[in-house]
Protein backbone atom coordinates (compact mmCIF):
# COMPACT_ATOMS: atom_id res chain seq x y z
CA UNK A 1 0.00 0.00 0.00
CA UNK A 2 1.76 3.21 -1.19
CA UNK A 3 2.12 5.77 1.31
CA UNK A 4 0.44 9.13 1.74
CA UNK A 5 0.90 12.64 2.11
CA UNK A 6 -0.42 16.11 2.75
CA UNK A 7 1.71 19.00 0.68
CA UNK A 8 0.78 22.53 1.20
CA UNK A 9 1.71 25.10 -1.33
CA UNK A 10 2.32 22.81 -3.95
CA UNK A 11 1.54 24.85 -7.03
CA UNK A 12 5.44 26.15 -7.45
CA UNK A 13 8.19 26.46 -5.80
CA UNK A 14 9.77 23.69 -2.96
CA UNK A 15 6.39 22.45 -3.01
CA UNK A 16 5.82 21.20 -6.22
CA UNK A 17 9.39 20.34 -6.56
CA UNK A 18 8.73 18.00 -4.08
CA UNK A 19 5.78 16.95 -4.71
CA UNK A 20 7.42 15.84 -7.81
CA UNK A 21 10.03 13.74 -6.05
CA UNK A 22 7.37 11.97 -4.23
CA UNK A 23 5.39 11.04 -7.20
CA UNK A 24 8.41 9.42 -8.32
CA UNK A 25 9.10 7.47 -5.31
CA UNK A 26 4.87 6.53 -5.54
CA UNK A 27 3.18 8.38 -3.00
CA UNK A 28 -0.37 8.83 -2.72
CA UNK A 29 -0.15 12.78 -2.85
CA UNK A 30 -2.79 15.39 -1.43
CA UNK A 31 -1.73 18.60 -2.39
CA UNK A 32 -2.91 21.86 -2.52
CA UNK A 33 -2.47 26.08 -2.91
CA UNK A 34 -4.53 29.15 -3.11
CA UNK A 35 -3.95 28.80 -6.83
CA UNK A 36 -4.25 25.50 -8.27
CA UNK A 37 -6.80 24.92 -10.49
CA UNK A 38 -5.90 21.29 -11.72
CA UNK A 39 -3.31 18.84 -11.01
CA UNK A 40 0.45 21.02 -11.86
CA UNK A 41 2.44 19.41 -14.88
CA UNK A 42 4.87 16.80 -13.72
CA UNK A 43 2.62 14.96 -11.66
CA UNK A 44 0.49 12.11 -12.34
CA UNK A 45 -3.55 12.22 -12.61
CA UNK A 46 -4.08 9.92 -9.33
CA UNK A 47 -2.89 13.14 -7.40
CA UNK A 48 -5.47 14.81 -5.42
CA UNK A 49 -5.07 18.69 -6.04
CA UNK A 50 -7.23 20.85 -3.79
CA UNK A 51 -7.58 24.70 -3.98
CA UNK A 52 -7.73 26.81 -1.15
CA UNK A 53 -6.02 28.87 1.64
CA UNK A 54 -5.17 26.51 4.52
CA UNK A 55 -5.89 29.25 6.95
CA UNK A 56 -9.56 28.15 5.83
CA UNK A 57 -10.74 25.91 8.53
CA UNK A 58 -13.05 24.37 5.83
CA UNK A 59 -10.22 23.63 3.39
CA UNK A 60 -8.21 21.79 5.67
CA UNK A 61 -10.78 19.78 6.72
CA UNK A 62 -10.89 19.02 2.63
CA UNK A 63 -7.13 18.18 3.00
CA UNK A 64 -7.55 15.32 5.38
CA UNK A 65 -10.69 14.14 4.68
CA UNK A 66 -8.77 13.36 1.22
CA UNK A 67 -6.01 11.77 2.52
CA UNK A 68 -8.42 9.02 3.10
CA UNK A 69 -7.69 7.56 6.25
CA UNK A 70 -4.24 7.64 7.24
CA UNK A 71 -1.28 10.33 6.85
CA UNK A 72 2.23 8.92 6.85
CA UNK A 73 3.33 12.45 6.25
CA UNK A 74 2.41 16.37 6.58
CA UNK A 75 4.74 19.14 5.03
CA UNK A 76 3.52 22.32 5.69
CA UNK A 77 4.98 24.22 3.21
CA UNK A 78 2.54 26.70 2.50
CA UNK A 79 3.47 30.36 3.64
CA UNK A 80 3.04 34.10 2.99
CA UNK A 81 5.77 36.77 2.96
CA UNK A 82 3.66 39.89 4.19
CA UNK A 83 4.04 43.47 2.81
CA UNK A 84 6.59 44.02 0.03
CA UNK A 85 8.50 45.93 0.10
CA UNK A 86 9.66 44.55 3.33
CA UNK A 87 9.04 47.26 5.75
CA UNK A 88 10.26 47.69 9.36
CA UNK A 89 8.51 46.53 12.26
CA UNK A 90 8.07 50.43 13.44
CA UNK A 91 5.73 50.68 10.45
CA UNK A 92 4.27 47.11 9.87
CA UNK A 93 0.90 46.89 9.33
CA UNK A 94 -0.64 45.32 12.31
CA UNK A 95 -3.59 43.47 10.27
CA UNK A 96 -1.08 42.10 8.01
CA UNK A 97 1.46 40.66 10.77
CA UNK A 98 -1.57 38.82 12.12
CA UNK A 99 -2.32 37.27 8.79
CA UNK A 100 1.29 36.23 8.27
CA UNK A 101 1.34 34.78 11.21
CA UNK A 102 -2.31 33.59 10.67
CA UNK A 103 -1.25 31.46 7.35
CA UNK A 104 2.41 30.61 8.54
CA UNK A 105 2.28 29.43 11.83
CA UNK A 106 -1.42 29.29 13.29
CA UNK A 107 -2.62 26.98 10.13
CA UNK A 108 0.03 24.67 10.15
CA UNK A 109 -0.89 23.62 13.91
CA UNK A 110 -4.29 23.54 13.30
CA UNK A 111 -3.65 20.98 10.42
CA UNK A 112 -1.60 18.60 12.24
CA UNK A 113 -4.46 18.89 15.14
CA UNK A 114 -6.46 17.59 12.20
CA UNK A 115 -3.90 14.82 11.25
CA UNK A 116 -2.70 13.37 13.95
CA UNK A 117 -5.24 10.99 14.86
CA UNK A 118 -4.46 9.39 11.40
CA UNK A 119 -0.85 9.45 11.80
CA UNK A 120 0.62 6.15 12.46
CA UNK A 121 3.99 5.80 14.74
CA UNK A 122 6.62 6.50 12.49
CA UNK A 123 5.11 9.05 10.46
CA UNK A 124 6.46 12.53 10.00
CA UNK A 125 5.90 16.11 10.11
CA UNK A 126 8.01 18.38 8.35
CA UNK A 127 7.33 22.15 9.02
CA UNK A 128 9.25 24.60 6.29
CA UNK A 129 11.26 27.32 8.20
CA UNK A 130 13.86 29.93 7.48
CA UNK A 131 17.17 31.32 8.20
CA UNK A 132 14.60 34.50 9.10
CA UNK A 133 13.39 32.34 12.10
CA UNK A 134 16.62 32.93 13.63
CA UNK A 135 18.73 35.42 12.33
CA UNK A 136 17.86 39.31 12.75
CA UNK A 137 17.32 40.25 8.93
CA UNK A 138 16.21 44.05 8.48
CA UNK A 139 12.45 44.37 7.11
CA UNK A 140 12.22 40.22 7.71
CA UNK A 141 10.72 40.84 11.51
CA UNK A 142 6.54 39.85 10.41
CA UNK A 143 7.76 36.73 8.54
CA UNK A 144 10.47 35.76 10.86
CA UNK A 145 8.74 35.83 13.61
CA UNK A 146 6.33 33.75 12.28
CA UNK A 147 8.54 31.43 11.25
CA UNK A 148 10.39 31.87 14.65
CA UNK A 149 6.74 30.62 16.57
CA UNK A 150 6.21 27.73 13.95
CA UNK A 151 9.96 26.00 14.97
CA UNK A 152 8.74 26.49 18.91
CA UNK A 153 5.29 25.01 17.82
CA UNK A 154 7.56 21.96 15.77
CA UNK A 155 9.94 21.77 19.37
CA UNK A 156 6.87 21.43 21.26
CA UNK A 157 4.95 18.76 19.15
CA UNK A 158 8.33 16.41 19.21
CA UNK A 159 8.75 16.67 22.98
CA UNK A 160 4.51 15.29 23.23
CA UNK A 161 4.51 12.84 20.28
CA UNK A 162 7.59 10.75 20.66
CA UNK A 163 6.11 8.60 18.53
CA UNK A 164 6.49 10.52 15.38
CA UNK A 165 9.22 12.57 13.76
CA UNK A 166 8.96 16.23 13.86
CA UNK A 167 11.12 18.61 11.85
CA UNK A 168 11.92 22.02 11.25
CA UNK A 169 13.63 22.56 7.91
CA UNK A 170 15.48 25.22 6.51
CA UNK A 171 15.95 25.00 2.22
CA UNK A 172 17.86 28.10 2.54
CA UNK A 173 17.97 30.78 -0.38
CA UNK A 174 15.82 29.87 -3.29
CA UNK A 175 14.69 30.65 -6.67
CA UNK A 176 11.12 31.58 -6.06
CA UNK A 177 8.37 34.31 -6.81
CA UNK A 178 8.33 34.83 -2.85
CA UNK A 179 12.27 35.36 -2.30
CA UNK A 180 11.64 37.68 -5.85
CA UNK A 181 8.97 39.54 -3.94
CA UNK A 182 11.09 40.25 -1.29
CA UNK A 183 13.83 41.67 -2.99
CA UNK A 184 11.49 43.35 -5.74
CA UNK A 185 13.37 44.48 -8.75
CA UNK A 186 16.26 43.23 -8.11
CA UNK A 187 18.33 39.84 -10.01
CA UNK A 188 17.49 36.75 -7.48
CA UNK A 189 18.71 34.53 -10.84
CA UNK A 190 21.97 33.84 -8.71
CA UNK A 191 19.73 31.54 -5.97
CA UNK A 192 19.46 27.93 -6.49
CA UNK A 193 16.20 25.98 -7.95
CA UNK A 194 14.48 24.94 -5.22
CA UNK A 195 14.72 21.07 -6.66
CA UNK A 196 18.71 21.70 -4.65
CA UNK A 197 16.66 21.56 -1.36
CA UNK A 198 14.77 18.77 -2.26
CA UNK A 199 17.45 15.94 -1.30
CA UNK A 200 17.42 17.25 2.47
CA UNK A 201 13.86 16.93 2.51
CA UNK A 202 13.60 13.56 1.21
CA UNK A 203 16.74 12.68 3.96
CA UNK A 204 14.16 13.81 6.80
CA UNK A 205 11.13 11.91 4.41
CA UNK A 206 13.26 8.66 3.83
CA UNK A 207 15.80 8.84 6.65
CA UNK A 208 15.84 7.59 10.37
CA UNK A 209 17.34 11.65 11.92
CA UNK A 210 15.41 12.17 15.41
CA UNK A 211 13.13 14.84 15.54
CA UNK A 212 14.84 18.27 15.18
CA UNK A 213 15.69 21.62 12.99
CA UNK A 214 17.65 20.90 9.86
CA UNK A 215 19.29 23.11 6.96
CA UNK A 216 18.36 20.96 3.44
CA UNK A 217 21.62 22.34 1.92
CA UNK A 218 23.58 20.63 5.22
CA UNK A 219 21.76 16.82 4.59
CA UNK A 220 22.14 16.78 0.75
CA UNK A 221 25.62 17.67 1.43
CA UNK A 222 26.24 14.70 3.58
CA UNK A 223 24.13 12.50 2.12
CA UNK A 224 26.22 13.09 -1.24
CA UNK A 225 29.59 12.98 0.58
Known amino acids: MASTAIVTGASR ?3 LALARALAARDWRLVIDARDLPAVPAGLPDRVTALAGDVADA ?3 RALVEAAGGRI ?3 VNNASVLGPSPLPPL ?18 PLALVQLALPLMPAGARIVNVTSDAAVEAYEGWGG ?11 TRVLAAEQPELRVYAID ?11 AFPGEDISDRPAPEESVPGLLALIEGDLPSGRYAARELAAAAAG
Open 72 to 74: DLL
Open 143 to 153: YGSSKAALEQL
Open 90 to 107: ADYPLDALEEVHRVNTVA
Open 13 to 15: GLG
Open 171 to 181: PGDMRTRMHQD
Open 58 to 60: SHR
